[in-house]
């Protein structure tokens, strides 16, 4: 992958831990110099030490997705460092479990907020800079969760619903300026927070992954879910030279699972 993204400046929000450090490490490998975007300085300390021997750089900003001035403030920092911006993987995201009777008005807020709002947000500082590059991408991390309806978290679902509607309408609207938009939408990630976090939450957690792995056909005939590598590799494949002619494009990175039910 050496060079693959050679002179390319990517920024990745939510970038310190999971699916956002397995992009970074792929882009890095691929010679691109990236930011990571992340509200805690610890995890970007980290981050920054496994990327620090790839072929391109890496940098960390401190800031919060859904605060309007601190994107700014790290789309400038990333603009300064690497002279443009032609990459943005919107990955900043949390869970939020709860029916509507069980959730109150700040928890609803912050879901919308961190998962919707920041991709708005991100994109909205990332368009102008690629349309001066001529150019550029955005892929939305989304959820297999915005396409097929779940109890218990309507929230979150609402939420990655509609990320996928916005990347579609982002996709028609650049089109013209040469900006692709599309989405990757995973299952249940392993090694990831928000999945230690959701199987925590039961009373035996092994039993709530073979739970999840039964109910996507591919991880059951696996015998495991998926790794944050495997949703990179779709997110690399969307921003490469391969993938020019595809644009507002919905990637299910989830076994099987929202291909529909079992019968």
Same mark, same amino acid.
């Not at 110099?33 to 805690?40: C, D, S, Y």
């Not at 879910?225 to 494949?237: K, Q, R, T």
């Not at 644009?247 to 039910?261: F, H, M, N």
């Given at each position: ?23 970074? =490490? ?82 609803w807020d912050l879901a919308l907020d ?7 947000l991100a994109s909205r500082e990332a368009i102008?800079?690629?349309? =001066? ?16 309806? =779940? ?49 925590? =939450? ?62």
């Amino acid at each position: 992958m050496f060079s693959r993204f050679s002179g390319k400046a990517v920024v990745i929000t939510g970038g310190a831990t999971g699916i956002g450090l397995a992009c970074a =490490r792929a882009f890095v490998e691929g010679g691109a110099g990236v930011l990571i975007i992340g509200n805690q300085a610890a995890p970007g300390r980290l981050a920054l030490e496994t990327l620090k021997d790839g072929p391109g750089q890496a940098a960390f900003f401190r800031g919060d997705v859904r605060k309007a001035r601190q994107m700014t403030a790290a789309f400038a920092q990333a603009e300064s460092l690497y002279a443009g911006i032609d990459i943005l993987v919107n990955n900043a995201g949390l869970n939020m479990v709860g029916h509507v009777d069980e959730l109150n008005e700040a928890q609803w807020d912050l879901a919308l907020d961190t998962n919707l709002k920041g991709a708005f947000l991100a994109s909205r500082e990332a368009i102008p800079r690629m349309k =001066r590059r001529g150019g550029g991408v955005i892929v939305n991390i989304s959820s297999n969760a915005g396409l097929v309806a =779940r109890p218990q978290d309507p929230a979150y679902s609402a939420s990655k619903a509609g990320l996928v509607m916005l990347t579609r309408s982002m996709a028609l609207a650049h089109a013209a300026e040469r900006i692709r938009v599309n989405a990757v939408c995973p299952g249940p990630v392993s090694r990831t927070t928000i999945f230690e976090e959701y199987v925590q =939450r039961y009373s035996d957690p092994q039993a709530a992954v073979a739970g999840l792995m039964a109910a996507a056909p591919m991880a059951k005939a696996l015998g495991r879910l998926i790794v944050p590598d495997e949703v990179a590799a779709a997110v690399v494949y969307l921003c490469s030279d391969e993938a020019q002619m595809v644009t507002g494009a919905i990637l299910a990175v989830d076994g099987g699972k929202s291909a529909g039910g079992a019968g």
